[in-house]
């Protein structure tokens, strides 16, 4: 995972925000945190369906997930967007 890409500005972290991005077809790849919920795995897999969406199982937890995007509550779910 590469941690500078999550550090910049375009991403939306969260599934609601994750979700929008993916109807809108501005996600490029969805990083999950390893010990994300299955329910939301299965959300943004069927969102993802027959769009060019990569979707990564990160190595790291939802709390760090959190730190690598600098914000000061855990992620289970950040994006990649597109402008």
Excluded: F, P, W
């Excluded at 959300?43 to 769009?51: Q, R, T, V, W, Y």
């Amino acid at each position: 995972m590469g941690e500078s890409s999550l550090e910049t500005k375009n991403k939306v972290v969260g599934l609601k925000q994750t979700l929008r991005a993916i109807q809108q077809d501005k996600t490029c790849v969805v990083y999950l945190a390893n010990d994300v919920d299955e329910h939301i795995v299965k959300k943004i897999k069927l969102a993802s369906h027959g769009k060019n969406v990569k979707i990564v199982i990160t190595r790291v937890g939802r709390k760090e997930l959190g730190q690598i995007c600098r914000i000061d509550v855990s992620a289970a779910v950040v994006a990649l967007v597109q402008e």
